[in-house]
Structure formats: structure tokens, C-alpha cells
């Protein structure tokens, strides 16, 4: 299609892909009705479901329906491939495993090696997710933000986990907290929506907290073991929010 005034091409990024391809967000409908049915099976394998527990899989399997619903939406708003590719759908199942552990959160089960196996794969897609973007030339913002996102549920989740079972002491809610206590921030303080420098610094601290509370689901270390872990990631998630706030004040626009 063309402008009646010009020759150049209009172009409409809300365009069906050429051929017979499904679109990306039909794709992702998809792959999330799989993965709603995926989450509850895990369950059942790994835990069993009881009568007692069905109620926390249907609340555990509509909230992340919520959240995948939430992600669909923002795909269908700004998405710039043709295709949605495996980076996304690993982010779509790392979504899912933390669907499973919210199940584990509300029916109380103790921290075991299948917690600590679903809470360590969560992970490892974390760390292939951004590698398969980049492979296959699908790097996208709708890509960086649900990923960002669904790291944020999952350091919530495990925190909530290890402060409601005994693996660690109450402020280790403090480890689940940061995201959206900056992003409370963000509607308060409009300077603070500036986009961030790269950080390897940032990431290695996500790593460290991720990687703490993964430890938490180890059965021999869920009794208080990583406290003192626990008050060191604390402070250096303080340390890296407390540098990339100072950074965005000193950058922010000084209105006259």
C-alpha cells in the first residue's frame, strides 16, 4: 500500500505476516492455553492433587492466565517481528513453572528437591532466553520487559516461599520487593522513568538474588542456614537500586 502523494511504501506494524504463518500473537495464545494445561499437570506429576489443594491450582492457574493475558496484550500493542521465536516461549514457560511454585506457595508444601528442580530450570530458561533472542535476531522491548517481568514474580514468589515456611528469616520478603517498590517510585517520580545504562553489575546482583533464593528450596539448607546470604543479597540489592537511582537523579531534566 502507498500514499496517494508518495511513492514510498506505507508501512503498518499491525499487518498479518505474509504467507501462511500463524501471527506472533496467535502463536502466544496458543502456546499459553498449552501452558495453562502444562501448569496443572506439573502440579498433579510432582505434588498431587487432593481435594484439598484444587482450589489453590484453579487460583494459581487463573492467576497466571492473568499474567499471560496481560502479556498478549502488550504483544498485540508493539511487536516488531513476524515471528514470536523461542526466546519469547521460554519466557512464556519459565511463566508457567512460576505458576507451579505459586501453587506450591498457597498449599504450604515444604521446600523439597522438586521445588528446589522447577525454581533451578526457571533459572536456567532465564539465562537462554535473551542468548535465543539474540540468535535469532528477535530482540524486541515487548521481549526485554516480560522478561523482566516474570524475574520480577518469581524473586516475589520465592521470597514469599521462604518467608511462610521457615527457610529463612521474615525480611527475606525484602529479596521480592525491589521491583515493584521502584516501580511504585516510577509514578511518583517521573525522572526515575529515564531508560537505565546497561549494568553488569545490576545483572549480577539479580543472579545473586535469584540464585540465593533458589537455594532456600534445598531441603538441608531450609532451616535458616543462609541468613546471613540472605542479608547479603539484601544489601546488595539496596546497593544496586540505591547506584541506578542516584544515576537517573543526576541525569534527570532540570526544568527552570
Known amino acids: 500500500m502507498r500514499h496517494p502523494t508518495s511513492d514510498k511504501p506505507i508501512t503498518d506494524r499491525h499487518a498479518k505476516p505474509?504467507?501462511?504463518?500463524?501471527?506472533?500473537?496467535?502463536?502466544?495464545?496458543?502456546?499459553?492455553?498449552?501452558g495453562a494445561g502444562t501448569l496443572?499437570?506439573?502440579?498433579?506429576?510432582?505434588?498431587?492433587?487432593?481435594?484439598?489443594?484444587?482450589?489453590?491450582?484453579v487460583i494459581g492457574t487463573g492467576l497466571y492466565v492473568l499474567a499471560a493475558t496481560v502479556a498478549a496484550f502488550r504483544l498485540s500493542q508493539d511487536f516488531p517481528h513476524q515471528s514470536l521465536g523461542l526466546c519469547n516461549l521460554a519466557t512464556l514457560g519459565r511463566l508457567v513453572l512460576v505458576g507451579v511454585l505459586c501453587i506450591v506457595v498457597m498449599?504450604?508444601?515444604?521446600?523439597?528437591?522438586?521445588?528446589?528442580?522447577?525454581?533451578?530450570?526457571?533459572?536456567?530458561?532465564?539465562?537462554?532466553?535473551?542468548w535465543l533472542a539474540r540468535k535469532q535476531g528477535l530482540s524486541s522491548d515487548f521481549g526485554a520487559q516480560f522478561d523482566v517481568e516474570v524475574d520480577a514474580i518469581f524473586a516475589l514468589v520465592l521470597a514469599i516461599y521462604a518467608a511462610t515456611n521457615g527457610a529463612a528469616g521474615p525480611y527475606v520478603i525484602l529479596l521480592g520487593l525491589p521491583h515493584y517498590l521502584f516501580w511504585i517510585a516510577r509514578l511518583q517520580l517521573p525522572w526515575l522513568n529515564?531508560?537505565?545504562?546497561p549494568s553488569f553489575a545490576r545483572k549480577a546482583v539479580c543472579v545473586f538474588q535469584i540464585g540465593a533464593l533458589i537455594a532456600l528450596q534445598v531441603p538441608?539448607?531450609?532451616?535458616?542456614?543462609?541468613?546471613?546470604?540472605?542479608?547479603?543479597?539484601?544489601?546488595?540489592?539496596?546497593?544496586s537500586f540505591g547506584r541506578d537511582i542516584l544515576w537517573l537523579w543526576q541525569k534527570r531534566e532540570v526544568r527552570l
Not at 27 to 33: D, Q, S
Not at 194 to 197: D, F, I, Q
Not at 220 to 239: E, M, N, Q, S, Y
Open 220 to 239: 538441608f539448607l531450609a532451616d535458616g542456614r543462609l541468613d546471613l546470604i540472605i542479608a547479603a543479597v539484601t544489601l546488595a540489592l539496596i546497593w
Open 40 to 57: 496443572v499437570f506439573l502440579y498433579d506429576l510432582l505434588f498431587g492433587m487432593t481435594a484439598e489443594t484444587t482450589y489453590f491450582v
Open 107 to 130: 498449599a504450604g508444601i515444604a521446600p523439597n528437591w522438586a521445588t528446589f528442580g522447577i525454581a533451578a530450570l526457571a533459572l536456567g530458561l532465564d539465562g537462554i532466553d535473551g
Open 18 to 34: 505474509k504467507g501462511f504463518g500463524a501471527s506472533p500473537l496467535h502463536v502466544f495464545c496458543g502456546a499459553a492455553l498449552l
Open 194 to 197: 529515564r531508560p537505565l545504562r
